[in-house]
């Protein structure tokens, strides 16, 4: 096989389950607009109003910019791919997107840990949250957040890089760092260890995560208070917790042990879902169910409409 870096990949999982393009490239580029648009929204409403900049919203601001993050990244690829006859990507472009996709997806789940955490403190010890999350304490997450996440990929990127490859066909919409090892020709051990130790970790994040649920609802149950901040802040965070999880377990699990001749159509909706749905699905949720954000967005609006009139 000639040198990995004059590989040009070709991602079979679109070319064989979209025929109609032009359609899906409509839809896609819309759904790219309307994810750049509440994302947007959202984090210049929490930015603008002084009140809303607490720790939790803080927390949130952080995951609507990674939805922007691996919005610009992900969909610009997928609209010119939908817009070829063949899709096709360089090797390094391939490496890149890798990159991109991986950082954005640990983001997400350091995020939602974080969140959790601050949840946890905030209905279970909510004499202490001052005291425990404090404003430098908020920053060193919001690092911990990106720069752990930007480490993970990095590696997964390097041993990618390091195998020379004995094909060119990747049977996904997008690349991943499984999906280019399989078609390396060497022994690929390193890469598969590092794998399942980076699905371990986040793994054990999502277990975190239910037990500060479970903790947080035993002690929502004290007082109408408590069951408000739940109502306002836990459950919109659950759900967000639940569709991202769900969907990328179920990508990662089939990838790694799933057939190779069926399904391709669910496994690429399923491949996509994770990193589609939630940066749309955040804002929305957590917009409409925090009055604060909800009103401040509609005197934005009225204050514009005023403005024009």
Known sequence: MKNSTEILFVLQGLNDTMSNKRTYFVVTFFVYLFTILVNLTLIVTIILEK?????????????????????CTFYPKILVDL?????????????????????????????????????????????????????QKVVKLLLFTWLFSICESAIAVVLAARLPLCGNRIERIYCIAWAVSKLSCVDTTINNVYGYIIMIFHFSQVLLILISYVNIIKASVRSE????????????????????????LFD?????????????????????E????????????YGLRLNQIRRRIFRICSQKIHALK
Do not use: W
Not at 228 to 242: D, E, Y
Not at 254 to 260: A, H
Not at 276 to 283: D, F, H, S
């Open 51 to 71: 009140t809303l900049h607490e720790p939790m919203l803080i927390f949130l601001c952080n995951l609507c910019v990674n939805g922007i993050f691996g919005a």
């Open 225 to 248: 208070e408590d069951q408000s901040k739940f109502m306002q802040t836990c459950l919109p965070h659950l759900i967000a917790v639940t569709s991202f999880l769900i969907t990328f």
């Open 274 to 285: 994770y990193l589609i749905v939630p940066p749309i699905l955040n804002p929305l949720i």
């Open 83 to 135: 817009s070829s006859e063949l899709s096709v990507t360089p090797y390094k472009a391939c490496l890149a997107q890798i990159f991109v996709i991986y950082t954005s997806v640990y983001c997400e789940f350091n995020t939602l840990a974080v969140m959790a955490y601050d949840r946890y403190i905030a209905i279970c010890k909510p004499l202490n949250y001052h005291s425990i999350i404090t404003p």
């Open 252 to 272: 990662r699990l089939y990838d790694r042990y799933g057939p190779t001749t069926r399904l391709h159509a669910l496994r690429n909706i399923m491949s996509l």
